[in-house]
T-cell receptor
Framework: QKEVEQNSGPLSVPEGAIASLNCTYSDRGSQSFFWYRQYSGKSPELIMSIYSNGDKEDGRFTAQLNKASQYVSLLIRDSQPSDSATYLCAVNARFGNEKLTFGTGTRLTIIP | DTEVTQTPKHLVMGMTNKKSLKCEQHMGHRAMYWYKQKAKKPPELMFVYSYEKLSINESVPSRFSPECPNSSLLNLHLHALQPEDSALYLC???????????FGSGTRLTVV
């Protein structure tokens, strides 16, 4: 089992709709969870972080964490063509561990 | 200043060359990282420096040699690389993995 798993997609969503991206992780002791956006040929950009169960909202983005199910998701409301990118889920397995483990990424395409 | 600056942005080198990648951050972050990313793959951790000391080496071949001259600078010295080492090399910094990483824009390396 991979440490961090994502559906590789591609995921196609109509403009204005909600895009839902999912991520599961294997280490039950994981503490910190992140979503990065990466445009083609560019470096990853941190867009959301979440540490406790529940929802965290920032503008059109909502991160959801369920530690019991070892599941983290990212919702993008009112999707725009500029949201078309690869979204990487990253997990910090243990407090004090210097390493983030990345999922393989989900490629999202917003269709105008 | 919330940037991580990497130079050069592009590098083409022969298999017998020696070159260096440079990374600089002025956010006062205590940890700096080198990642390697191949096309359509997630970033792959190479090295972690914490408080200017090497804390993680992910079994990287010795043809890659990291150096941390001070808390703001990170270098990656390259020697006798192979064509399969061609990739996007990403530098990142953080105050700790609980806070996520800030990535630089990367160096696109081509080995010929």
């Amino acid at each position: 089992q991979k440490e961090v798993e994502q559906n590789s997609g591609p995921l196609s969503v109509p403009e204005g709709a909600i895009a839902s991206l999912n991520c599961t992780y294997s280490d039950r002791g994981s503490q910190s969870f992140f979503w990065y956006r990466q445009y083609s040929g560019k470096s990853p950009e941190l867009i959301m972080s979440i540490y406790s169960n529940g929802d965290k909202e920032d503008g059109r983005f909502t991160a959801q964490l369920n530690k019991a199910s070892q599941y983290v998701s990212l919702l993008i409301r009112d999707s725009q063509p500029s949201d078309s990118a690869t979204y990487l889920c990253a997990v910090n397995a243990r407090f004090g561990n210097e390493k983030l483990t990345f999922g393989t990424g989900t490629r999202l395409t917003i269709i105008p | 200043d919330t940037e991580v600056t990497q130079t050069p942005k592009h590098l083409v080198m022969g298999m017998t060359n020696k070159k260096s990648l440079k990374c600089e951050q002025h956010m006062g972050h205590r940890a700096m990282y080198w990642y390697k990313q191949k096309a359509k793959k997630p970033p792959e951790l190479m090295f972690v420096y914490s408080y200017e000391k090497l804390s993680i080496n992910e079994s990287v071949p010795s043809r890659f040699s990291p150096e941390c001259p001070n808390s703001s600078l990170l270098n990656l010295h390259l020697h006798a690389l192979q064509p399969e080492d061609s990739a996007l090399y990403l530098c990142a910094s953080s105050e700790g993995t609980s806070y996520g990483y800030t990535f630089g824009s990367g160096t696109r390396l081509t080995v010929v």
